[in-house]
């Protein structure tokens, strides 16, 4: 059971109270379903690199032009940067390292993983829905979890126009 904890400062002339809920551990993120599947339109590269934001948004370094991309998460390409770089740390884990990510060397599986647990894995290609993609599907290995592990993007390489398709998963409450 949690208990209420009674929180009170003072900030100037302004007095700032609250009742805070403490539960004895915060809920997470038992699995993850697909969102989203976006084609940038774009030829893949196994050097492009996604990254993915707390609100869902992508930063897609495309490493073919040197450009980024910002990507929303459901109308596609918003943003286009010509000669710009994403900064090279990648986000293969949430900011508190509570959940990591994991990519099978064969670039079929992605996993996530708490500790020692795998809380979940997929294989993207049972996600197509009406692409045909290459075998193996996953573009490289840099793909992205937010820092809160809520989404997760992968670049996925569609095998008729190879195209790079961004398949965005979101985290289902546990």
Known sequence: MG??????ARFADLEVSENLFIEGRIKGYS???????????L????DDIP?????????????????SYVVDKDAGIVATYPNRFIP??????SVLGRYFLGIDF???YIAVHEDQTELWHRNVADDRGAYVLTIPPIAGFFNSMSSRGEWIVVEVIEAVTLNALLFIYRGVKA
């Open 3 to 8: 208990k209420i904890q009674r929180r009170s």
């Open 31 to 41: 699995s993850w379903k697909l969102y989203n599947i976006i084609d940038t339109n």
């Open 43 to 46: 030829t893949a590269s196994g």
């Open 51 to 67: 990254l993915i934001t707390d609100k869902g948004t992508i930063y897609w370094f495309y490493d073919t032009t040197t450009t």
């Open 88 to 93: 090279s740390f990648f986000f293969f884990a």
């Open 106 to 108: 064969n670039q079929i």
